[in-house]
């Protein structure tokens, strides 16, 4: 019988994976700080490499097989996984950013999504402001959930909900193709973590759990496709969308996001939730 590894972490692997989510959280800091009209994305990558350099850690999105940059860069209808590349930021542009690092053998990851600063149309920048704050605020409703929940599909239940409650005349689309997943050795690890309602109520929620959740919202229609370069997944219906992300560990004390700083307090205060340090 092929033995199967537990999905669940032990307290001193939880304390371990706190670093590497640190080290994700600053290279993500970096980049964001470099977000202007002009700058190219593959500027953006090289702040991010070398943020995770210098800490001692190794993007972990180059140990992907055939991908070889440190971030993902999807620019408006681009969802999730565009390449960094020569493509120059325009002011209100809808740029997500989602990076990795990996420390010491575990993993972190998270996403967040930005406008560009500048002169921009204003109704073009208040459909793709208004996805990318609802798309957050769905992130952190999936995490609130996660810290009450039994079973991991509550997290999923409650980010639908939000999306749908939040959502203008018209609705917007969660894509179904792509899910969040668990994460520790691996980036991506078992279970997987749907942003929308599912029939399986899925694993149990208990201490040694760390799942990356990560809703990805469109404005239109959830349809996609992928683009000549076999990465990049972009909508159909070129409508804007917007991808936000925390790796977020459950443990003995609570929940603890480890890829913000404090642990996720700021976010979570809307929704009556207090993170709890890794002890």
Known sequence: MRFRPSIYKTPAQLRAM???????????DAVRALVKPGVTTLELDAAASAVITARGARSNFQMVRGYRH??????????????PGPRRLEAGDL???DAGAQF???????????IVPGEAPEDVVAVRRRLSEVTEGSLWAGIAALSKASRLGEVGSAIEEYVQEHAPEGGYGILQDYVGHGIGRKMHEPPSLFNYAVPDPGPDVRPGLVVAIEPMVVA?????FTEDDDW?????????????????AVHDGGIWVLTAPDGGAEKLAPFGVVPTRIG
Not at 18 to 28: M, S
Not at 70 to 83: D, K, L, M, P
Not at 220 to 224: C, E, I, N, P
């Open 232 to 248: 990049t997944v972009s909508t159909l219906d070129g409508s804007p969308g917007s991808h936000w992300e925390h790796s977020v």
């Open 95 to 97: 740029l997500s950013i």
């Open 70 to 83: 440190t971030i993902c860069a999807s620019v408006n209808e681009q969802v999730v996984h565009g390449i």
């Open 104 to 114: 010491d053998g575990w993993n972190g990851d998270s996403a967040f999504s930005v």
């Open 18 to 28: 706190i670093e590497p989510g640190l080290i994700t959280a600053a290279a993500l």
């Open 220 to 224: 239109g229609d959830q349809a996609t």
